[in-house]
Antibody, heavy 125, light 110 residues
Framework: QVQLQESGPGLVKPSETLSLTCAVS?????????WGWIRQPPGKGLEWIGS???????YYSSSLKSRVTISVDTSKNQFSLKLNSVTAADTAVYHC??????????????????WGQGTLVTVSS | QSVLTQPPSVSAAPGQKVTISCSGS????????VSWYQQLPGTAPKLLIY???KRPSGIPDRFSGSKSGTSATLGITGLQTGDEADYYC???????????FGGGTKLTVL
């Protein structure tokens, strides 16, 4: 059974960098798939942050692209999120998830099949 | 403002049927597959439907998905109080090269 677990500080100061790690068990990241980060501000909907392949190819949300870095460490079977220059608007539950990457021609068959439970990150001084 | 448009809320009585719509465009739903996610209160989202109409193992056939043109629909029959949750559609946006979610729909089983 594939399991994902987020970890990292629950409190980050404004203007600093938010750093989270997602540990994957039950599946080897190097075997394939994309690996994504999704966040959910309190009381609001889901927002995709970005995704990374096992080889390090990345896609980022255009609204966050200038502040986000997602990296993968296949030796530790984990991937990470860094979001810099955070503000209170970045307060959210951050989820990691496995993303399929199938396609038929230019038609994408993407979806998120396994999710971590999420970790709340509060941005406050 | 989400790229995919869902009704904020829907409601129905136990045992009844409900549908949740997800409207997009040619660069989203029109040319890519849609998935649906159920988020029960206080829990992580769970995959409910993938590739427009396929159910992962363990998802009852009370849940169904369909797609027509630039819109998709989630159907739930035989509503149960345990189905009360937020439901999100999602797909790839070929113009943005980005994943997009709908704004979410809160289902209330009266």
């Amino acid at each position: 059974q594939v399991q994902l677990q987020e970890s990292g500080p629950g409190l980050v100061k404004p203007s600093e960098t938010l750093s989270l790690t997602c540990a994957v068990s039950g599946y080897s990241i190097s075997s394939g798939y994309y690996w994504g980060w999704i966040r959910q501000p309190p009381g609001k909907g889901l927002e995709w942050i970005g995704s990374i392949s096992q080889s390090g190819s990345t896609y980022y949300s255009s609204s966050l692209k200038s502040r986000v870095t997602i990296s993968v460490d296949t030796s530790k079977n984990q991937f990470s999120l860094k979001l810099n220059s955070v503000t209170a608007a970045d307060t959210a539950v951050y989820h990691c998830a496995r993303q399929t990457a199938g396609a038929t021609g230019t038609t994408r068959k993407y979806y998120f099949d396994y999710w971590g439970q999420g970790t709340l990150v509060t941005v406050s001084s | 403002q989400s790229v995919l448009t869902q009704p904020p809320s829907v409601s129905a009585a136990p045992g009844q049927k409900v549908t949740i719509s997800c409207s997009g465009s040619s660069s989203t739903i029109g040319n890519n597959y849609v998935s649906w996610y159920q988020q029960l209160p206080g829990t992580a989202p769970k995959l409910l439907i993938y590739e427009n109409n396929k159910r992962p193992s363990g998802i009852p056939d009370r849940f169904s998905g369909s797609k027509s043109g630039t819109s998709a629909t989630l159907g739930i029959t035989g509503l149960q109080t345990g189905d009360e949750a937020d439901y999100y559609c999602g797909t790839w946006d070929s113009s943005l090269s980005a994943w997009v979610f709908g704004g979410g729909t809160k289902l209330t089983v009266l």
